[in-house]
């Protein structure tokens, strides 16, 4: 594993060890007493602050990468050219150009590459792609996303990558969004076209804090996407909404709760969070690279949202 920052704590780092035929052997952090704190909290057996010693160590079979992406494309090149399959954190990269070179990569090495877009392995999220299996709303006509946060502390700190483009590709929209629209993309299929816009309000940090975006999917179904993260703390909102000719599906992003609007009547049905957000999917990434599944979220998955992404934020029209 390389990176031992915040979402690896929980989310991820501990499931390695929870899926069948897998074991977190070593990890990497350029700060020497942050990655020996995180390996021996962990009980993992070896811990670097070189990139290329944990890369090459005899007992690594496979590369988690969960650093910052501007650092993703060369850690995964390095990965993938001795052969070492890769699981990398989403954003998968900090532009397309840099995605399409990473899938390159793997098609040429034929070395497997996985895009932790792991709300596609969550019970709640394979629900709602059940419901739209069965046509339980009926044909759906339009899609919408709503998501208003205020800002936090210190939001521009150097501390804070996430809003510093050089590092992350973009602000807080590129962390955020990779895995709203990826539903988007595993519901309803790929984007025919699409355009948005980009504004930096509040000027509290150098990324853009306001993203609009329009995309037509397959089947005449219309997208439209706001991101606000100037708002007040009682504005905070996080929708994710299907229409259909004979209802709505709704429910958070980053919550727990689906409700469902048909024939007048609202039901909601909950889940429970799970321990680590990323242990499904893992499960399903070792069996890939064991040659015992199939690839959970390919880089020509990511590449969806990523071109997105950069339109909405960018103005590269489709």
């Given amino acids: 594993m390389i990176g031992c920052g915040s979402v690896t704590e929980v989310k991820s780092?501990?499931?390695?060890?929870?899926?069948?035929?897998?074991?977190?052997?070593?990890?990497?952090?350029r700060d020497?007493?942050?990655v020996k704190d995180y390996?021996?909290?962990?009980?993992?057996?070896?811990?670097?602050?070189?990139?290329?010693?944990?890369?090459?160590?005899?007992?690594?079979?496979?590369?988690?990468?969960?650093?910052?992406?501007?650092?993703?494309?060369?850690?995964?090149?390095?990965?993938?050219?001795?052969?070492?399959?890769?699981y990398v954190e989403k954003p998968m990269a900090l532009n397309v150009a840099e995605c399409e070179?990473?899938?390159?990569?793997?098609?040429?090495?034929?070395?497997?590459?996985?895009?932790?877009?792991?709300?596609?392995?969550?019970?709640?999220?394979l629900k709602v792609k059940s419901l739209?299996?069965?046509?339980?709303?009926?044909?759906?006509?339009?899609?919408?996303?709503?998501?208003f946060k205020q800002p936090s502390k210190n939001c521009g700190s150097t501390d804070n990558w996430r809003v510093f483009p050089d590092l992350a590709g973009g602000g807080l929209f590129y962390d955020l969004a990779p895995h709203q629209?990826?539903?988007?993309?595993?519901?309803?299929?790929?984007?025919?076209?699409?355009?948005?816009?980009?504004?930096?309000?509040?000027?509290?940090?150098?990324?853009?804090?306001n993203v609009q975006g329009t995309m037509q999917l397959d089947n005449d179904i219309i997208f439209n996407g706001v991101w606000d993260f100037t708002v007040a703390a009682e504005l905070e909102k996080d929708v994710f909404e299907i229409v259909g000719e004979d209802g709505k599906i709704l429910f958070p992003v980053f919550g727990n709760d689906i409700t469902i609007e048909k024939n007048g009547v609202e039901e909601i049905i909950h889940f429970d969070p799970p321990?680590?957000?990323?242990?499904?999917?893992?499960?399903?990434?070792?069996?890939?690279?064991?040659?015992?599944?199939?690839?959970?979220?390919?880089?020509?998955?990511?590449?969806?949202?990523?071109?997105?992404?950069?339109?909405?934020?960018?103005?590269?029209?489709?």
Avoid at 51 to 76: G, Q, R, S
């Fill in 181 to 209: 629209l990826d539903l988007v993309f595993f519901y309803f299929g790929d984007a025919i076209s699409y355009h948005g816009k980009s504004e930096n309000k509040a000027g509290l940090y150098p990324a853009e804090d």
């Fill in 13 to 29: 780092g501990p499931a390695f060890n929870k899926v069948p035929n897998s074991k977190l052997m070593a990890v990497m952090r």
């Fill in 39 to 86: 390996a021996q909290r962990h009980h993992v057996p070896y811990y670097f602050t070189n990139v290329d010693e944990l890369i090459n160590h005899p007992e690594v079979d496979a590369i988690y990468i969960a650093t910052p992406p501007k650092f993703h494309a060369a850690y995964a090149e390095k990965a993938m050219k001795v052969g070492k399959p890769v």
């Fill in 132 to 147: 739209l299996a069965e046509n339980y709303i009926g044909v759906v006509k339009q899609v919408n996303i709503k998501m």
């Fill in 275 to 318: 321990m680590h957000n990323q242990q499904n999917l893992i499960d399903q990434v070792v069996s890939y690279f064991l040659g015992n599944g199939v690839n959970p979220c390919s880089a020509m998955d990511a590449l969806q949202s990523m071109r997105v992404m950069e339109a909405f934020v960018y103005g590269a029209n489709k």
């Fill in 32 to 34: 020497a007493e942050k």
């Fill in 101 to 125: 070179t990473m899938q390159q990569i793997s098609n040429t090495t034929g070395v497997k590459l996985v895009v932790a877009h792991y709300r596609r392995a969550l019970p709640l999220f």
